[in-house]
């Protein structure tokens, strides 16, 4: 089966900082990823995607890096605020199934 | 408000409870998927619609039914479950077959007793 992990279970930072969360994939055929955020008692929430042409994509606040090589994933939120508190996971496809990973916790620290 | 609304947010049911879940979408996509969320675990893909006609059923077991009356419901019709069964089932859509991002609803929390 696929393999889609974290490297951290957890993450705290503090508010205004920068956070980086980060994703391993082992589908080197894997060509579509996206990362989503996941608030307690809620749904997971769409946050950005990138497809395999591609290294880097940006949105507000955040930007998603992609790593081809290592087959690694990161998802940087800038300027993190009490609000980017929850469960991020990234998801991989090559295009028959979506994969995801586990979830990192993360938690802004005022 | 992702388009995706899921009832009921939560239920609880004994084992020989009969009960259903039900999803919409108001997105227009052609794809519908049912997913099961444990803790710590990834999600689990348990059912795929597209176009209304189901093309994956991921070797769930036969207590879990779904139904796919029309592009924008679908139902998990729940029979005879077994307290492990206890998890977030979450619901989602998106435009095709699993190429483009899903749009999930807020689950319904399941617990079996």
């Known amino acids: 089966g696929e393999s889609v992990g974290l490297h951290l279970p957890t993450l705290s930072v503090q508010e205004g900082d920068n956070s980086i969360i980060n994703c391993a994939y082992s589908?080197?055929?894997?060509?579509?990823f996206i990362w989503y955020k996941q608030e307690s008692g809620k749904g997971p929430q769409f946050i950005i995607d990138?497809?395999?042409?591609?290294d880097k994509r940006q949105g507000q606040r955040v930007t998603v890096l992609l790593n081809k090589t290592v087959k690694h994933l990161s998802l940087q939120i800038a300027a993190t605020q009490p609000g980017d508190s929850a469960v991020y996971f990234c998801?991989?496809?090559?295009?028959?199934?979506?994969?995801f990973g586990t979830g990192t916790s993360l938690t802004v620290i005022p | 408000e992702t388009g995706v609304t899921q009832t009921p947010r939560h239920l609880v049911m004994g084992m020989t409870n009969k009960k259903s879940l039900k999803c919409e979408q108001h997105l227009g996509h052609n794809a519908m998927y049912w997913y099961k969320q444990s803790a710590k675990k990834p999600l689990e893909l348990m059912f795929v619609?597209?176009?209304?006609?189901?093309?994956e059923n991921n070797s769930v077991p036969s207590r879990f039914s779904p139904e796919c009356p029309n592009s924008s419901h679908l139902f998990l019709h729940l029979h005879t479950l077994q307290p492990e069964d206890s998890a977030l089932y979450l619901c989602a859509s998106s435009q095709e077959f699993m190429s483009e991002k899903l749009f999930f609803g807020s689950g319904t929390q399941l617990s079996v007793l």
């Open positions: 619609y597209s176009l209304e006609e189901r093309v």
């Open positions: 998801a991989e496809t090559p295009g028959n199934q979506f994969y």
């Open positions: 589908n080197s055929a894997s060509d579509y």
């Open positions: 990138i497809r395999s042409n591609m």
